[in-house]
């Protein structure tokens, strides 16, 4: 059987897309976060601020590892999520036009089916 994808639905994409990015760019926010709070503490040490400042900014390292995994989240899931929408809209201007992807299925037989 061929099968022509002619519209692809905005909505159900923008939820999978926001949803899927806003979990992995947190997780991928709060490693991002450990190192540049370790950076951070290798910048501060390097300059001779000593064990002072050090000591003075360690309470702000867990809250910042937090915080930047949740605006790196944010930040990656708009962005994905607006590049996925114009994405989809552009497909289905252009699969209006000149027709979408065409795909050739075959049904499975009943021993094989879920």
């Known amino acids: 059987m061929l099968y022509e994808v002619r519209r692809l639905p905005i ?3 923008a939820k999978v ?5 806003l979990i992995t760019g947190f ?13 951070i503490t ?11 400042a050090l000591k003075e900014y360690s309470g702000l390292g867990g809250f ?13 899931s708009v962005s994905a999520t607006f590049c996925s929408l114009i ?6 201007l252009i699969a209006g036009w000149l ?11 009943p021993e094989r089916r879920p």
């Not at 290798?42 to 002072?52: A, D, P």
């Not at 910042?64 to 990656?76: E, T």
């Not at 994405?87 to 289905?92: D, E, F, L, M, Q």
């Not at 027709?99 to 037989?109: I, K, T």
């Open 11 to 13: 909505w159900s994409i």
């Open 17 to 21: 897309v926001f949803f899927v990015t």
């Open 27 to 39: 997780i991928v926010g709060l490693f991002y976060g450990m190192v540049m709070m370790k950076f």
């Open 42 to 52: 290798l910048l501060i040490s390097s300059y001779g601020f000593g064990e002072e």
């Open 64 to 76: 910042g590892v937090f915080m930047m995994g949740v605006m790196f989240s944010l930040f990656i």
């Open 87 to 92: 994405t989809a809209v552009t497909y289905n």
């Open 99 to 109: 027709g979408g992807f065409q795909l050739e299925l075959q049904e499975l037989p």
